[in-house]
Nanobody, 124 residues
Framework: QVQLVESGGGLVQPGGSLRLSCTAS????????IGWFRQAPGKEREGVSC????????YYLDSLKGRFTISRDNAKNTVSLQMNSLKPEDTAVYYC?????????????????WGQGTQVTVSS
């Protein structure tokens, strides 16, 4: 059974850091692209970042560049999202997903499997 599980969310003060992890089961994660998305209350889901199976990365929001870093650890079947200098506007539920192919996209369409999400709250 294909499953993605996010972890690492929580409450952090502005300027703080969190590291989210997406762990896969039921398939070999390094064969596929993995994307991170987020959805804030009352807003549409938006693409955050993606990493291809060969390690190429993409960041879909200008506000995140230089603050967020996506990486993968194939030995652990995990993709991580390191989030630094967090801002209150980064507050959202963060999801990882895979399209079960090699290609990244900032649109959630075409992503086949999704995790249940992990809450990130940035507040003082």
């Amino acid at each position: 059974q294909v499953q993605l599980v996010e972890s690492g969310g929580g409450l952090v003060q502005p300027g703080g850091s969190l590291r989210l992890s997406c762990t896969a089961s039921g398939f070999t994660l390094d064969d596929y692209a993995i994307g991170w998305f987020r959805q804030a209350p009352g807003k549409e889901r938006e693409g955050v970042s993606c990493i291809t199976h060969w390690g190429s990365t993409a960041y879909y929001l200008d506000s995140l560049k230089g603050r967020f870093t996506i990486s993968r650890d194939n030995a652990k079947n995990t993709v991580s999202l390191q989030m630094n200098s967090l801002k209150p506007e980064d507050t959202a539920v963060y999801y990882c997903a895979t399209p079960m192919n090699h290609y990244c996209s900032g649109s959630g369409r075409g992503y086949t499997y999704w995790g249940q999400g992990t809450q990130v709250t940035v507040s003082s």
